[in-house]
């Protein structure tokens, strides 16, 4: 779990804090008209990932990754009953922003910047080093490690570079999706909502969107569709009063010219209509 201090330059931009990464989301559009409508399978289960779903989730990670930490991801997905497509589009999408698709363990900055943070529980001094941000969800503060350590009989202060590694990271990570509620927010599609929680704010939204959509792509745990457009009656009125439609036409047909041509050249038409019809 990252959360950047206030202030920190790295939290301007929308950008992981520890990584170049700045994709344009494309399911954004600029165009106007109603929002594309996300059709999603919400119920659909998904008690395991495979490597090459992994993969299409995860841009840059290699099948090697992939394979080394499938065990460890799936377990954790039980464990904190991420069960169903929209609750594991969520959550993987969220870890690969938070590890640059499981390429960070452990955060690159030295954590000094957390040095005091009393709303992570850093109340020691070098909390802030020692309680760092790691694990796929980047695990952040004293108060964090000791819940988590509680929660899954582990030794977490005095041990906590152990969360760096992938039987416990990905535990850890589980223990912090599940303890937040945040599978009721994937149920929901509020990812902006979870996002809030993992990050403290809205930092590097783009990126975790773009990850979100490539994820429920990679899987098809949902798609998306325009909106069913509204049938338009073309005769209205006569529909209000049961005429057919061929009989309909010609009323509005001859009510058209009757309201448009003189009463001459009306009458001159029907002439030609008359002699052409005998």
Known sequence: MVIVPKGDPRARG???PFLPVSPVNPNLSSTSGPAPVPVLRASTP?????????????????????????PYLNSAQVEAQINTCDRTAAWLAQLGHESGSLLYMEEIASGAAYEGRRDL???????????????????????????AGA??????????????????????????WKSKGLNALADAGNFAGIT?????????????????????????????QPPTPTPVDPFPLCTAKGMSYV??????????LAATLSPFRLLI??????SRVV
Do not use: E, H
């Not at 005095?158 to 912090?176: C, D, E, L, M």
């Not at 009989?247 to 058209?256: G, I, K």
């Open 269 to 274: 038409l029907s002439c030609r209509v008359v």
């Open 121 to 147: 529980g850093n109340t020691q001094r070098g909390d802030g080093v020692k309680f760092k941000g790691r694990g796929p969800i980047q695990l952040t503060g004293r108060a964090n490690y000791a819940a």
């Open 196 to 224: 809030k929680i993992i990050n403290g704010g809205t930092n590097g939204a783009s990126d975790r969107n773009m990850r979100w959509g490539k994820c429920k792509i990679a899987l098809k745990c949902g798609q998306v």
């Open 14 to 16: 929308g950008v992981n």
């Open 247 to 256: 009989f309909c036409s010609v009323s509005v047909s001859v009510s058209f």
């Open 151 to 176: 929660a899954l009989g582990l030794d977490l202060i005095n041990n906590p570079k152990q969360v760096a590694t992938y039987p416990i990271g990905f535990r850890t990570s589980a223990w912090f």
């Open 46 to 70: 998904l008690t395991s990932v495979t490597a090459a779903q992994l993969i299409g989730c995860m841009p840059g990670l290699s099948s090697t990754k992939a394979n080394t930490v499938l």
